[in-house]
């Protein structure tokens, strides 16, 4: 999957905060579609190890992070700071779209 223009991310943007009135409910939103739409479990490389992520979960932040599991380990990784997945999964644009949002883009 190629990067998306800023005007992808815009139109992805508007589409996931269209019913919404304020801040929280956008990123409740964002985490309902990352919830559906995202293929999980994927794989990732976290600080330089494989790992699968399997979920998405509100942090207190709030902010959004993905649940991942290196061996026996669970990590949460802030949606942020997550590396791009090679090759990336199917619903990825969201990612893309809410990392474009939260950045205040």
Known sequence: MKRLSKSDL???VAKATAGAHDEIEQL?????ILGNDL?????AILLGAPAAV??????ERPDLVFVC????????VRVMDLPR????????????AYRYWADGS
Do not use: C
């Open 39 to 43: 293929a999980y479990p994927f794989r």
């Open 85 to 96: 997945p090679s090759p990336v999964p199917e619903g990825w644009e969201w990612v893309e």
């Open 10 to 12: 815009k139109r992805l």
């Open 69 to 76: 599991l290196r061996g026996r380990e669970r990590l949460r």
């Open 54 to 59: 399997i979920d998405v979960e509100v942090a």
């Open 28 to 32: 409740a939103e964002f985490f309902t």
